[in-house]
């Protein structure tokens, strides 16, 4: 068995854009996958267990060590 993974686009009216060439005469057994559009504006969660228990104390973008000390130049 060889397995290959293809990547399909359909238009506006849902038809098949560039269909790829088949081996002839074979019988080809397909699972479609139509991953739902990705929104630009999501905005990522915690579990809600570790939102009930986390506690953010400071600023946690900044380093904890200065940029200086980052190589060992100290």
Do not use: C, F, N
């Not at 854009?17 to 057994?29: F, G, K, T, V």
């Not at 139509?34 to 946690?60: C, F, N, Q």
Request: hydrophobic fraction near 35%; aromatic fraction near 4%.
């Amino acid at each position: 068995m060889e397995t290959a993974r293809i990547l399909l686009e359909t238009d506006e009216q849902g038809v098949i854009r560039d269909i790829p060439a088949l081996p002839p005469s074979s019988r080809i057994e397909a699972i479609l996958y139509v991953p739902e559009p990705s929104s630009s504006e999501s905005v990522r969660k915690p579990h809600p267990y570790l939102a009930e228990i986390t506690v953010i104390h400071g600023d946690v973008e900044g380093s904890v060590v200065p940029p200086e000390e980052w190589l060992g130049e100290a």
